[in-house]
T-cell receptor, first 113, second 116 residues
């Protein structure tokens, strides 16, 4: 158990809909990262937050948005969903120790029909 | 921008044998970290091993060790005494030590199959 919690684990929805994925980082971790993994692909970086502020942005679509709340949990909002958005969405958190690796949640599997 | 390259899409090894997975990276940073993550069929991302760039000594974790060649920007993973449970996708990853804004960049992965 990495200590990072993601909900929901599975989600099936239709094209054009909007979903929200939730992530609770490990206790005390200030950094939260979101990654997208399409079928049999690598992990693509979407966005990073640190203590409530956006710190780094990857190839995140304009239809996607995220935020980190004062209690440090984060949400990834995906709107106007398309078939190609079907993927495994990972949240990860990182502590402040030097060389700290990212701890990943189990992912939220999104299927768009 | 940093890039991570894994040139072996798939590899196979027999149980109890040794296998080496390759990884190269490109960066202009001098202070960074390298990681190998394992993704078994459960799809969970599991850290296998970590290497700090400023350390010359290669990292080792039980049956897993790395060969870190900083000048060549190479970071290979050696798995000794391979076990069936090592069957997984292995991702090499890079993170620059640039303070609070510091993403992890992944390679495309190597699918390792351990056979009897």
């Amino acid at each position: 158990d990495s200590g990072v919690t993601q909900t929901p684990k599975h989600l099936i929805t239709a094209t054009g809909q909007r979903v929200t994925l939730r992530c609770s980082p490990r206790s005390g971790d200030l950094s939260v990262y979101w990654y997208q993994q399409s079928l049999d692909q690598g992990l693509q970086f979407l966005i990073q937050y640190y203590n409530g502020e956006e710190r780094a942005k990857g190839n995140i679509l304009e239809r996607f948005s995220a935020q980190q709340f004062p209690d440090l949990h984060s949400e990834l909002n995906l709107s106007s969903l398309e078939l190609g958005d079907s993927a495994l969405y990972f949240c990860a958190s990182r502590g402040e120790v030097v060389g700290g690796e990212l701890f990943f949640g189990e992912g939220s599997r999104l299927t768009v029909l | 921008a940093q890039t991570v390259t894994q040139s072996q899409p798939e590899m196979s090894v027999q149980e109890a044998e040794t296998v080496t997975l390759s990884c190269t990276y490109d960066t202009s940073e001098n202070n960074y970290y390298l990681f190998w993550y394992k993704q078994p069929p459960s799809r969970q991302m599991i850290l296998v091993i970590r290497q700090e760039a400023y350390k010359q000594q290669n990292a080792t974790e039980n049956r897993f060790s790395v060969n870190f060649q900083k000048a060549a920007k190479s970071f290979s993973l050696k798995i000794s005494d391979s076990q069936l449970g090592d069957t997984a996708m292995y991702f090499c990853a890079f993170r620059a030590n640039t303070g609070t804004a510091s993403k992890l960049t992944f390679g495309t992965g190597t699918r390792l199959q351990v056979t009897l």
